[in-house]
């Protein structure tokens, strides 16, 4: 047996540190990403039994000589949002219908959301007391807004109120996780095909995990927001936007994304450092220390709490009125205004094919000289 020197195990103890921190880090937020309220779990969270577990587990593997495994990103919240419940669209597509037949006949709240509570529960085959329990915030949705009378801003919208409270559904089980970490035993046995994969197409795997979890990201929306004109920046309000993007001031917005991506860039460098590249998980642990103590220093509490939290708010578009003063004529537009009507989202121009009844008004310059 070959002696390895004291020296060498103390040394050792560096890395091992780093690497069982970076299990610990990456399998914490990946727990937390796969259980947002979003997905309306049932089962409750367990997060110090799932520490303790992964310690036991990481302390056995070290100890044999194995990779131990844990919860990765973005894998564990894709694993997730597949076991989501599929039919919620055609859910949703009914209950909308049923809510605006409701509208149409003059109905009152209580009708209207009576309709859409029987759709829940014939289309979701569940108990009507499950059902009150899902549709709880949905139900106080409708009974708190108007008819419309006072103004639009609190009239009942089903499509938007809908797509807020109705429920995700996902199929909690065991079987997945069960296979999962079943077929990573099998590939043991499989080593020899596995070494025969290029490794342009991991990489490519790799690749694709990582475009797919971008939407949703609110760091990559934020680096898109700061893409877009000042001019253009209101196209944002009209659509469903996060909730900070009203909020916070942009001037913070672009102050705390690029403090982001300069961070980014410097964990990204770190690994490319054949030495220190080991190193790199430190670079996570600092990050606690910051957010505390420093970013609160150079950010108000309410605008850090905001871009800086787990899961925020969706809030639905409002058409911006234009504002013409006396001295601003009607054909004052933007010449991005004026190609976002002519052109398609690809930049190619629009093909409008002209009617009849326009073809009848259109005067011809021959026909003009003849008048």
């Known amino acids: 047996m070959v002696r390895v020197p004291v020296l060498y195990i103390f040394a050792a103890f560096i890395p091992a540190l780093m690497i069982a921190g970076l299990y610990f ?13 979003e997905f309306n779990l049932k089962n409750p969270s367990a997060y110090h039994y799932d520490l303790f577990l992964l310690g036991v587990m990481t302390l056995i593997c070290g100890l044999l000589g194995i990779p131990p495994s844990n919860g990765v990103l973005p894998q564990s919240p894709m694993h997730t949002r597949s076991l989501a419940v599929l039919k919620r669209q055609l859910i949703r597509k009914k209950m909308v219908k049923s809510a605006k037949e409701g509208i149409k006949q003059n109905a009152t709240k209580s009708e209207i959301y009576g309709k859409m509570h029987a759709v829940f529960v014939e289309m979701d085959a569940t108990s009507k007391r499950t059902a009150d329990k899902d549709l709880e915030n949905l139900k106080a949705a409708v009974m708190k807004h108007d008819d419309g009378e006072n103004g639009t801003d609190g009239k009942f919208d089903p499509e938007k109120h809908i797509d807020a409270h109705l429920p995700v559904r996902v199929n909690e089980q065991r079987v997945s996780n069960f296979l999962q ?19 342009s197409v991991l990489w490519g795997y790799f690749a694709y995990m990582a475009i797919d979890s971008l939407p949703g990201n609110q760091f990559w929306e934020r680096l898109l927001l700061l893409l877009i004109p000042s001019g253009r920046r209101f ?15 942009f001037k913070y917005i672009v102050k705390f994304t690029m403090l982001q991506f300069v961070y980014f860039l410097i964990c990204f460098g770190v690994t490319w450092i054949p030495i220190a590249g080991i190193l790199f998980p430190v670079l996570f642990f600092l990050l606690i220390a910051i957010r505390e103590h420093v970013l609160p220093k150079f950010f108000p509490y309410e605008y850090l709490k905001e871009l800086d939290a787990a899961e925020y708010e969706e809030i639905a578009g409002v058409p911006k009125e234009r504002e013409i003063s006396d001295e601003e004529n009607d054909d004052d537009f933007s010449d991005s205004e004026i190609l976002d009507e002519m052109t398609t989202h690809r930049g190619e121009l629009k093909h409008r094919s002209v009617s009849l009844t326009e073809r009848q008004h259109q005067v011809y310059p021959h026909d003009a000289s003849e008048m």
Do not use: W
């Open 25 to 37: 880090f990456d399998h914490s937020v990946a727990a937390q990403m796969a259980q947002q309220n």
């Open 181 to 199: 970490s079943l077929l990573v035993g099998c590939s043991v046995f499989a080593i020899p095909v596995i070494r025969r994969i290029p490794t």
């Open 235 to 249: 196209k944002v309000f009209e659509g469903l936007h996060a909730s900070y993007v009203a909020s916070v001031p």
